[in-house]
């Protein structure tokens, strides 16, 4: 007996310690992941654009595009002039505080137009970049989510926030209802590949969806995209790509035979 208690004892040692072993492992790798599931639906306030909402095209620098683009509402470039807004083919209204274009439904305005135009374009631009802030102060829901590639995905609404830059190679579903509300708070760049769409689902609404990114945004040819793009630097629209949403960068919009409608 105490013979079979020498062989049992020692073993039970090891196997408890291997079981310690692996329970540790275990623990600190969950601890070291910052990938979180989506578990559900979260509930956030949309992000206030101000002044800014009287514009689907807004741009610090300047926005050029090439023949064959649509844009349906008001585009705005401040504190740059009208020298920078390219390839529209303004035409100058009467007043001198807006100018139209054959690829606009809207107005177009620049900083040198005359009064009222600089100041309602200052408060737009001033508003878009306090938004950007409140955007990207949000409380985060999900950090690093699917290591930033949100490729064939189906995300319900909160704040996903990214410590890099975030791929979209294939579909992107949003599923939630027309109050739900999706923030992205991008520090890297956002790319689109081309002919690649975001669908949404369930109600959710293109005018909830916030777009906070630190680098360059860069949707693909044929690419059909949705949401607020708050981008501290520029904004670069593939040929024959859309956006239901708007557009604000704090440098240049370029946009090449590109569809855009205002939510």
């Known amino acids: 007996m105490n013979f079979l208690r020498k062989i049992i004892q020692p073993k039970m040692m090891i196997f408890a310690l291997l079981i310690i072993s692996v329970l540790f492992v275990t623990a600190c790798s969950t601890s070291q992941s910052t990938t979180v599931e989506p578990i559900g639906v979260v509930k956030s306030d949309t992000v206030v654009i101000g002044g800014a909402q009287d514009f689907v095209i807004l741009a610090e620098s300047g926005v050029s595009t090439t023949a064959g683009s649509v844009i349906t509402g008001d585009i705005g470039v401040s504190p740059s002039v009208a020298t920078y807004i390219t390839g529209f083919g303004l035409i100058m209204d009467s007043t001198g505080t807006f100018a139209t274009s054959s690829l606009v439904t809207g107005k177009i305005y620049a900083a040198d137009y005359t009064s009222p135009t600089l100041t309602t374009l200052t408060t737009a631009i001033a508003d878009m970049r306090t938004a950007y802030t409140n955007a990207a102060g949000r409380a985060a829901n999900y950090n690093e989510l699917y290591s930033g590639d949100l490729s064939e995905k189906t995300l319900t609404s909160g704040v996903y926030k990214f410590g890099t830059s975030v791929?979209?190679?294939?579909?992107?579903?949003?599923?939630?209802?027309?109050?739900?509300?999706?923030?992205?708070?991008?520090?890297?760049?956002?790319?689109?590949?081309?002919?690649?769409?975001?669908t949404l689902k369930g109600g959710a609404q293109v005018k909830n969806i916030i777009w906070q990114v630190a680098d360059?945004?860069?949707?693909?040819?044929?690419?059909?995209?949705?949401g607020i793009v708050l981008a501290m630097t520029d904004i670069s629209m593939g040929t024959n790509s859309s956006i239901r949403g708007r557009l604000f960068a704090q440098t240049a919009v370029n946009l090449d035979a590109t569809t855009v409608v205002k939510p």
Request: no cysteine; glycine share 12%.
């Open 216 to 226: 360059t945004v860069a949707i693909g040819s044929g690419s059909d995209f949705a």
């Open 167 to 198: 791929l979209i190679n294939k579909d992107l579903t949003l599923s939630g209802s027309s109050t739900d509300v999706w923030i992205f708070q991008i520090a890297g760049g956002l790319t689109m590949a081309s002919d690649i769409k975001i």
